[in-house]
């Protein structure tokens, strides 16, 4: 099996400040990575994935993360947050050849103020 | 293309009832998994359906189950509903099979149980 930790349950941050979202992971087998944003009373939305080759990936909205095999993290970052990247955030791992079943994490409310 | 559609969003049943949760997959589709998402749980796999079998199984009591239509729509039934399954239960549609990288979330359905 797979688990995920995310290392902070609320992050704050100042608007146009940098962010970044921690997120660990552990499994005996291959996966696939990433992350999804939930914003209230709303379904999962994809940021980004990581499944081969280079290990920094860039997603939607300015968003982008570092896949570090050695330290077995997949870390979220933003340059330049805005206040309506406030939500809740979610690292997420899937064995490669389990096609639907995600493990998560607890999740990490950013919290952007003005 | 239209996106992942649930049904109903909001629910409202008493205890010891049963429900049923609909999911509508993006066309072509073949694969739906569910998941509960709770405050103190998090985001929990409940099961995974691919060409109307079921695939992947989580670990949830028996009074959680489902099914898979031929139109790849699927259904989740609860019964005996206890307080405990107040939840937002969310849908996920992917491919299932050969490249299939990426999971697309329906809005979710939120089940609350008096």
């Known amino acids: 099996a797979q688990s995920v930790t995310q290392l902070d349950s609320q992050v704050p941050v100042f608007e146009e400040a940098p962010v970044e979202l921690r997120c660990n992971y552990s499994s005996s087998v291959s996966v696939y990575l990433f992350w999804y944003v939930q914003y209230p009373n709303q379904g999962l939305q994809l940021l980004l994935k990581?499944?081969?080759?280079?290990?920094l990936v860039k997603g939607i909205n300015g968003f982008e993360a570092e896949f570090n095999k050695s330290q077995t993290s997949f870390h979220l970052r933003k340059p330049s947050v805005h206040i309506s990247d406030t939500a809740e955030y979610f690292c997420a791992v899937r064995a490669i050849y389990n096609f639907n079943k995600f493990y998560f994490g607890s999740g990490t409310k950013l919290n952007v103020k003005p | 293309k239209a996106g992942v559609t649930q049904t109903p969003r909001y629910l409202i049943k008493t205890r010891g009832q049963q429900v049923t949760l609909s999911c509508s997959p993006i066309?072509?589709?073949?694969?739906v998994s569910w998941y509960q998402q709770t405050p103190g749980q998090g985001l929990q796999f409940l099961f995974e359906y691919f060409s109307e079998t079921q695939r992947n199984k989580g670990n949830f009591p028996g009074r959680f189950s489902g099914r898979q239509f031929s139109n790849s729509r699927s259904e989740m039934n609860v019964s005996t509903l206890e307080l405990g399954d107040s939840a937002l239960y969310l849908c996920?549609?992917?491919?299932?099979?050969?490249?299939?990288?990426?999971?697309?979330f329906g809005q979710g359905t939120r089940l609350t149980v008096v």
């Open positions: 996920a549609s992917s491919l299932g099979t050969g490249v299939d990288f990426e999971a697309f």
């Open positions: 066309s072509g589709h073949r694969s």
């Open positions: 990581y499944l081969s080759g280079s290990t």
